[in-house]
């Protein structure tokens, strides 16, 4: 330690930082061991800041190198002892430290974590504990604690006792620990290291990516179902996740990791129930397309990884035309080259152009073929015949009974006799079912649309107004397992006045 007498009054109690010792673990014994409240109330004394939430506060500190100075001349007397806390920030609201891509998530926020053997050994908490993707103590072999074994309550950075909870005194240096398996505590070790990971994509082939892109793929598996079905990828939620919640991405990424890679495909069942109510719209790769708006698209991980993840076998992406056609695309050069090409007749075609996916070329020019292929890619993939929404809905077609006559339009209207409909509308509404479905709730007498169904004279008509009265919210609670069809959808039997009311019985 340097010698230096460049003191900030505050500090009566002087010691160093420990190595690999928390930042804020050290602040925290700091303020407690000179009579300080807390974390804020020390930064505060030292920097001159008014008190303000510490979540705040403590960017703000990271990002001054003044007032990591001042930190560190009230603590030992010496501007430097804190500064290789410095992080630059980034436009995205990562920070850079030492160098390195941290995003503002990776790191825990108010919660807290600890492991109550190293504290029995040493009054000091280990900076990996500060890291949300890092659940099990290392040296211990023991899954952290987050709240206090006597009462409960969350174990917080705002306490004013590194040892002692704030509530009810208790010391968690009492706690019990909770074995973790060597595997579980491997992939702490992989976090904690801050270093490249390897994972294992198709066809054996190993990607290593930087340590960004795996706290990424843990993150996505702390997701929500909610947060498949929007595709949305919130900016802050790990860092104020139960440590419950993130060991149980630890244990499933201890299940994949093997020689000290990870095999993506391990990964897929867990992903693949987030959405697993899409399986049932009979049209190719429904599942993986929207999980791959959220696992590329929006997350940004490489096409390779992302589709690991999801898909035990490779998903392609959309061709080009030049690549499908060896740069020799055909001609199309007016709408009767078009319609033959794809095949369809002249109301389609016209459907095709009102609805805008296809689209008319510029005076003298072809059509565009990648928009033809996008056309013809739409009728095959993009619609549903009405056996297919059938299918959906889960009751068998009646004579003289459409669907669209309740609710959905069929996509063209300049030919009657097709009644086909677009995936996307179903698509829409299962998604909101999915996001409504919480595989964990339990209804003591169930009974699932399709048998009530049975008992009308319009069974589809019957299971559509039960899937309005759960997507309005007047039927809160439902149970739903594979296939996923509509009429597999189960609610309490007090529900089902409800959706018979004005139904014609058989
Ligand atoms: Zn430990
Ligand atoms: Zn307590």
Known sequence: ??????????????????????????L????????????????????GWKNRRLGLRWRELLVSKD??????RMAIGDPEHLLKHYASPIEDGALLVQGRRMDDDAYLDEPAQICPS?????QVIHEDWDLASVTVCLRHKAVLLDSCQCCG????????????????????????????????????????????????????????????????????????????????FPNVYLRNLSLECRHSVARLL??????????????????????APLTVIPKPLVLEKKALLLLYGEVGLPWSIATAMISTTPVERIAKGYEIFHAHPPALSNLVAVEKFLGVDNATLSGLLRSQNLHLPFADESFDIDDVLNAQRYLQDGLLTLPEQYAIIGVPIQFGEIVQ????????RLNGADKRVEVQIFLHMQLQLASKFDESKKIDTTVSLGSIAALTAHPSSTVVRGVMLILNGTIAQFIWAAPYRWSDLQIDEAAVPSIIAGARWT
């Open 1 to 26: 330690m340097r010698v230096t007498s460049d003191y900030l009054p505050g500090c009566y109690r002087n010691f160093p930082q420990e190595p690999e010792e928390s930042l804020r673990g050290y």
């Open 28 to 47: 925290l014994r700091l303020a407690e061991a000179n009579g300080y409240s807390g974390i804020s109330s020390l930064i505060c004394a030292a920097t």
């Open 67 to 72: 007032a990591l100075a001042s930190v560190g």
């Open 118 to 122: 190293c504290l029995n050994e040493n």
């Open 153 to 232: 309550a969350p174990i917080v950075w705002s306490r004013s006792s590194l040892m002692r909870c704030d509530r009810c005194g208790a010391d968690f240096r009492g706690a019990t620990p909770t074995p973790a398996s060597l595997e579980e505590a491997e992939v702490s070790a992989d976090f904690a290291a801050i270093a490249p990971f390897r994972f294992i994509v198709h066809g054996n082939a190993v990607e290593v990516t930087v340590w960004d892109a795996a706290f990424r793929i843990f993150k996505c598996l702390a997701l929500a179902r909610r947060h498949w079905t929007a595709t949305e």
């Open 254 to 275: 201890a299940t994949a990791r093997n020689e000290g890679a990870y095999e993506l495909s391990a990964l897929a069942t867990r992903l693949r129930r987030m959405l």
């Open 405 to 412: 006559e309740w609710f959905i339009e069929p996509w063209n």
